[in-house]
């Protein structure tokens, strides 16, 4: 079953799983008859007894709901699994995910992922990390059925993808929002002469401007380290600040080449990707 088949992912992984030979159930307020996967059109947090009946004869469970509505929802789903079956979520914080399914059943399997991309990107070429929360062997089948995807699977532990998320996630998502307030404060007109930094930078802000703001927001909120991802953010923009203060040029440069320091190995590839960037 997949609780919130009629998002962007729910989609994704209803298809994914019907293309696999699996009969597909979705649960989702906004569900229909759709590519040949059988929806129920209930909340998922008070399934009717179609849904429940599904989820007992459901071998894994795949949550594609955001934040709320799938806490809402957690105890009730998960409960009404048989004993052996697994569950998968996506939610972009895991921490608190886990510790809550956890708690449920100690006869689930639990695998948690999260796809680095937004569904209309698709799986190729992209990141996925996933988490054998408590594996077994539908986790394992499932991590099969991700590998044929195309997208990287990189497994991790719960602490080390909140901890990684703080960079590629909060820190990232803090400084574009950043970014679009000091437009708003600097007075930004939008048919200014601009250059193509600046305008890749203003495509990014857009990105986040027109999706889903409370995805963002649990981001922010919900991670354990997000307090330190925005904390180094604020201290590199006031050490940078101190470096002009001093007219520190010498010490600039250094920023400059530890920055690139830290982008290791895929320095020259990420420049590249850039120039390719810039010009389109």
Same mark, same amino acid.
Request: charged letters at 20%; a negative charge.
């Given at each position: 079953?997949? !609780?919130?088949?009629?998002?962007? &992912?729910?989609?994704? #992984? /209803?298809?994914?799983?019907?293309?696999?030979?699996?009969?597909?159930? %979705?649960?989702?307020?906004? +569900? !229909?008859?759709?590519?040949?996967?059988?929806?129920?059109?209930?909340?998922?947090?008070?399934?009717?007894?179609?849904?429940? +009946?599904? @989820?007992?004869?459901?071998?894994?469970?795949?949550? /594609?709901?955001?934040?709320?509505?799938?806490?809402?929802? @957690?105890?009730?789903?998960?409960?009404?699994?048989?004993?052996?079956?697994?569950?998968?979520?996506?939610?972009?914080?895991?921490?608190?995910?886990?510790?809550?399914?956890?708690?449920?059943?100690?006869?689930?399997?639990?695998?948690? *992922?999260?796809?680095? #991309?937004?569904?209309?990107?698709?799986?190729?070429?992209?990141?996925?990390? !996933?988490?054998?929360?408590?594996?077994?062997?539908?986790?394992?089948?499932?991590?099969?059925?991700?590998?044929?995807?195309?997208?990287?699977?990189?497994?991790?532990?719960?602490?080390?993808?909140?901890?990684?998320?703080?960079?590629?996630?909060?820190?990232?998502?803090?400084?574009?929002?950043?970014? %679009?307030?000091?437009?708003?404060?600097?007075?930004?007109?939008?048919?200014?002469?601009?250059?193509?930094?600046? =305008?890749?930078?203003?495509?990014?802000?857009? =990105? *986040?401007?027109?999706?889903? +703001?409370?995805?963002?927001?649990?981001?922010?909120?919900?991670?354990?380290? %997000?307090?330190?991802?925005?904390?180094?953010?604020?201290?590199?923009?006031?050490?940078?600040?101190?470096?002009?203060?001093?007219?520190?040029?010498?010490? &600039? =440069?250094?920023?400059?080449?530890?920055?690139?320091?830290?982008?290791?190995?895929?320095?020259?590839? @990420? +420049?590249?990707?850039?120039?390719?960037?810039?010009?389109?």
């Amino acid at each position: 079953m997949v !609780a919130g088949a009629k998002g962007g &992912f729910g989609r994704t #992984f /209803c298809a994914l799983l019907a293309a696999d030979g699996s009969e597909v159930t %979705g649960i989702d307020t906004r +569900a !229909a008859e759709d590519g040949g996967t059988h929806a129920i059109a209930a909340d998922a947090a008070a399934p009717p007894p179609e849904a429940l +009946a599904a @989820l007992a004869r459901a071998d894994v469970l795949v949550l /594609c709901l955001p934040e709320a509505p799938l806490f809402a929802a @957690l105890a009730v789903l998960v409960r009404a699994l048989s004993s052996g079956a697994l569950v998968v979520d996506t939610t972009s914080v895991k921490s608190r995910y886990v510790a809550a399914v956890t708690e449920l059943r100690d006869d689930v399997e639990l695998y948690s *992922i999260e796809p680095m #991309f937004a569904p209309d990107v698709g799986f190729a070429g992209q990141d996925l990390i !996933a988490i054998p929360v408590r594996d077994g062997p539908r986790s394992q089948a499932f991590r099969g059925l991700l590998g044929t995807t195309g997208a990287r699977v990189v497994e991790m532990s719960v602490d080390e993808h909140d901890r990684q998320a703080a960079a590629t996630q909060v820190a990232a998502h803090a400084a574009l929002l950043a970014y %679009g307030t000091v437009l708003r404060r600097l007075g930004f007109d939008p048919s200014a002469p601009s250059t193509p930094v600046q =305008r890749t930078l203003l495509a990014l802000v857009a =990105r *986040i401007a027109t999706r889903d +703001a409370g995805v963002y927001w649990h981001i922010q909120r919900d991670n354990p380290h %997000g307090p330190g991802g925005r904390a180094a953010l604020r201290d590199a923009l006031a050490a940078l600040d101190d470096l002009v203060a001093r007219d520190d040029e010498a010490g &600039f =440069r250094a920023l400059v080449a530890e920055t690139a320091e830290a982008l290791g190995p895929d320095l020259a590839a @990420l +420049a590249q990707r850039s120039a390719r960037i810039v010009q389109s």
